[in-house]
């Protein structure tokens, strides 16, 4: 056995089994040396020869440097048995040429100082009794005078991405959910990676802001987005990582541009906002309940001490964001809100950043969970129902706070219900 490992393009084993492909054939490599990595890049089956590629096109090995010629077979499914039993044992014990040769349908070529990589394909390995064990249909080889040493192969599979978790997880119902990211800084940057982690149909990433060196310790982004818009950049990383879900980028400010974020509503099915500012939540609200759509609302309090993440459903007896926080400050807790006013960053007028960004990313991933449970439970699936409406999580030990955000211990977390709607609220009462 080598170490070497050999990519099939999926368009690859089509070839391969394509009833005029006949039984034998030339493939040539592009090859990645760090990686000990071969790529096949051509292969001619009968009197055709077809190029093959990786997705995404710019990988890397699609262009890397040429890796030599070689062949394949089809073969009886007795050699990957053979072949198995090489790889399984990590044999480093090669075959004798000659007992190799007489097992394909051709005498290959004479190996010479060189040598060459052989594919096999034993299309009977997917026929019983043959089916019911380890054996492949695709087996690789290196060719050489000394004697012939197992290959380990990888093909690409026929389906990638977040279909391959489907039946157990609710492909079709979240592949029809557009949610709206308000703000895409580290926590939204984190929570719109996780929204597409979990195969959501559509994203929608406002934010008007560019990322800059000092956003960089606490971002998803890397730095080679450095002047980029957030949301830009956010959806072209995204496409590189997670290309089931469609991503839209809008450099639009959700209190300034509000009128064109209500003209999104209509296609959107759940609003997040990660803003950090009083003003962005609370038009998040607003527009939120103006366009009967639930919103979820996360961020950091307490200098980073303490992670929230509300949700507001459009419902008769749940108030919204201004309501919430009221009931707070009627029952004797500290409203939290006027504190995030200031914001985070390195200006004059800005806080310290207090919060590091992997708790920062912590709070991005749970206000997803909350984002795709809500959507879930909308579809059915009462498995996701969470048990409140209010979550707290302790980042570190904060003293001095009551009510949800008293968690004495950091890991602590507790949920508590929604708040009705204040009787003299504007944005609660019927229009």
């Not at 001095?400 to 009462?429: E, H, I, K, V």
Request: proline share 7%; hydrophobic share 40%.
């Amino acid at each position: 056995m080598t170490s070497t490992l050999l990519l099939l393009p999926r368009d690859g084993i089509r070839h391969l089994t394509a009833a005029n492909a006949g039984a034998l054939g030339t493939i040539k490599f592009k090859r990645s040396e760090p990686d000990d990595l071969l790529l096949i890049s051509s292969i001619r089956t009968g009197a055709a020869g077809y190029q093959l590629t990786l997705e995404p096109r710019d990988n890397p090995l699609n262009s890397g440097l040429p890796g030599g010629e070689g062949f394949w077979f089809r073969v009886p499914v007795e050699l990957h048995g053979w072949w198995y039993e090489i790889i399984r044992r990590g044999d480093h014990v090669g075959v004798p040429f000659d007992e190799f040769a007489q097992r394909l349908p051709r005498t290959p070529a004479d190996p010479g100082a060189i040598g060459y990589v052989v594919l096999t394909y034993a299309p009977d390995a997917d026929m019983p009794p043959y089916d019911e064990t380890p054996v492949s249909r695709l087996a690789a080889w290196r060719v050489t005078r000394t004697g012939v040493f197992g290959v380990s192969v990888a093909v690409e599979p026929e389906t990638t991405g977040i279909t391959q978790l489907h039946p157990h997880w609710p492909v079709a119902d979240l592949s029809t959910v557009t949610v709206m990211v308000v703000g895409v800084g580290s926590i939204g940057g984190a929570a719109a990676t996780a929204l597409a982690g979990y195969g959501l149909g559509r994203l929608l990433l406002v934010d008007p802001d560019r990322l800059l060196w000092h956003n960089l310790i606490r971002h998803v982004l890397p730095r080679r987005y450095v002047g980029q818009y957030k949301a830009d950049a956010l959806r072209d990383h995204l496409a590189d990582h997670r290309g089931d879900t469609e991503i839209t980028a809008f450099r639009y400010d959700v209190v300034d541009d509000a009128d064109r974020i209500r003209s999104l509503l209509d296609e959107t099915s759940i609003i997040l906002c990660c803003a950090d500012d009083v003003a962005p939540r609370r038009s998040t609200s607003h527009l939120a309940r103006r366009t009967n759509k639930p919103a979820i609302l996360a961020c950091v309090l307490a200098d980073g001490g303490i992670g929230e993440v509300i949700r507001l459903r459009p419902w008769l007896d749940h108030g919204c964001l201004l309501c919430r926080r009221q009931a707070l400050a009627d029952g004797g807790t500290l409203d939290p809100e006027p504190a995030l006013e200031a914001g985070y960053g390195t200006g004059t007028l800005h806080r310290p950043m207090t919060a590091v960004g992997s708790d920062l990313f912590l709070v991005g991933d749970l206000a997803a969970k909350v984002t795709i449970s809500t959507a879930l439970e909308a579809a059915g699936h009462f498995s996701h129902r969470l048990p409140g409406e209010h979550f707290t999580i302790g980042l570190h030990a904060r003293r001095g706070w009551t009510g949800p955000f008293d968690l004495g211990y950091t890991g602590n977390m507790r949920w508590a219900p929604a708040a009705p709607p204040q009787a003299d609220c504007p944005t609660c009462s019927q229009p």
